[in-house]
């Protein structure tokens, strides 16, 4: 089991362009694959690549986690979620979080995936099913910018296979 010492200090987060952020090693940590890459170097890496997220992404995903550690972790998301609104979700800093842009979210998504981060990627996701919520097909196409490439047949078949999803 390791000390708390080895929790201590500061690790360095490198983007996809190269920017570094110094970054407390108990918040860097809440990444699982950030934690694996400091577990197996054992000189005590002090820089950690992530090739596949940009710095505006880290800069988001590292504000995440540092309030998640340092002010106050999120509650459990219930699933099936209770609203479309996220303050009744979880707290207001979290639902503020992420009210940004869909660009802006699916990429958070795509880096707690790759970070491993759970409570991010719980977050991340849980917003885009409040998006999805008692909407139509054609309301998610449009939210989305989603063509519909079915042909009318198909549609139909695919909406008569899956009747039983409109009843619940």
């Known amino acids: 089991m390791m000390g708390d010492q080895e929790d201590e200090g500061n690790v360095s987060l490198v983007s996809k ?5 110094d970054v407390p090693v108990e918040v860097a940590k809440m990444s699982e694959l ?9 000189d005590g890496m002090t820089e950690i690549p992530l090739p596949n997220v940009k710095a505006t992404v ?9 309030h998640h550690t340092k002010q106050e972790a999120m509650t459990e998301i ?13 707290q207001q800093w979290y639902a503020n979080y992420v009210n940004v842009e869909q660009v802006v979210l699916f990429e958070l998504i795509l880096a707690a995936n790759y ?7 719980d977050l991340t996701c849980a917003t885009v099913a409040s998006m999805i919520k008692g ?5 998610i196409r449009t939210a989305f910018n989603i063509i519909n490439d079915f042909s009318p047949e198909e549609e139909a078949q695919v909406r008569e296979e899956n009747k039983w999803c409109e009843e619940a």
């Open 115 to 121: 970070m491993d981060i759970k409570p991010l990627l």
């Open 135 to 139: 909407k139509t097909p054609e309301e």
């Open 58 to 66: 880290l800069q988001k995903v590292i504000e995440f986690c540092t």
């Open 34 to 42: 950030v934690k694996s890459m400091m577990e197996d170097d054992a």
């Open 17 to 21: 362009e190269g920017d570094k952020f």
């Open 78 to 90: 219930e699933k099936p979620l209770k609203s479309q609104n996220m303050a009744d979700v979880v």
